[in-house]
């Protein structure tokens, strides 16, 4: 089957850097994706990893290691604006369609 | 270019009734699927295509139908409405190529009473 876990919740503070962890175990596998969304909002595309190692965009890095299952994003310079849920998805499966995670609802404090 | 348009945006349904939750895209993807988010679930795949004339099941499949005409198009069918259908449904259009990135629509907040 397949299990894709991340945090429920997190904090951090206007300024800080946060990394937001993934793990999954997926019988198919072709890359892993991150995406945002804003409260009562559409899912937007942030970053994605199809092999091992960090990829960088802006503030926004996400590294996956294939061998353990995991990824995580890290989001550097907190902005208030960053205040939202990110979700983790693999893709490789149901046709190429995403098994998404649960989602981490983070919540940037002044 | 609108993208991914959905509707409508809000919706309640009594028990056993039927509708149709509409989605439309402008951007010649292969592509679409359908989802519902509900809390502490995440996103669920109910039903996908990736072509005109070719739908397949999801995740969670039961309750709903679809059809792909058009390229463009890609309804979800609600055949008798329950309760535990109450949820957000997103639907998702991307280009056929292997890991391209899904762009959604707004949405649809769906309540059955």
């Known amino acids: 089957g397949q299990n894709i876990d991340q945090p429920t919740e997190m904090t951090a503070t206007e300024g800080a850097i946060v990394q937001i962890n993934c793990t999954y175990q997926?019988?198919?596998?072709?890359?892993l994706f991150w995406y945002q969304q804003h409260a009562g909002e559409a899912p937007t595309f942030l970053s994605y990893n199809v092999l091992d190692g960090l990829e960088e965009k802006g503030r926004f890095s996400s590294f996956l290691s294939r061998s353990k299952g995991y990824s995580y994003l890290l989001l550097k310079e907190l902005q208030m604006k960053d205040s939202a849920s990110y979700l983790c998805?693999?893709?490789?499966?149901?046709?190429?369609?995403?098994?998404f995670g649960p989602g981490t609802r983070l919540s940037v404090l002044p | 270019n609108a993208g991914v348009t959905q509707t409508p945006k809000f919706q309640v349904l009594k028990t056993g009734q039927s509708m149709t939750l509409q989605c439309a895209q402008d951007?010649?993807?292969?592509?679409m699927s359908w989802y519902r988010q509900d809390p502490g679930m995440g996103l669920r795949l109910i039903h996908y295509s990736v072509g005109a004339g070719i739908t397949d099941q999801g995740e969670v499949p039961n309750g709903y139908n679809v059809s792909r005409s058009t390229t463009e198009d890609f309804p979800l069918r609600l055949l008798s409405a329950a309760p535990s259908q109450t949820s957000v449904y997103f639907c998702?259009?991307?280009?056929?190529?292997?890991?391209?990135?899904?762009?959604f629509g707004q949405g649809t907040r769906l309540t059955v009473v």
């Open positions: 997926t019988s198919g596998f072709n890359g």
């Open positions: 998702a259009s991307r280009r056929g190529q292997i890991n391209t990135e899904a762009f």
């Open positions: 951007m010649n993807h292969e592509y």
């Open positions: 998805a693999v893709s490789g499966l149901y046709g190429q369609n995403f098994v």
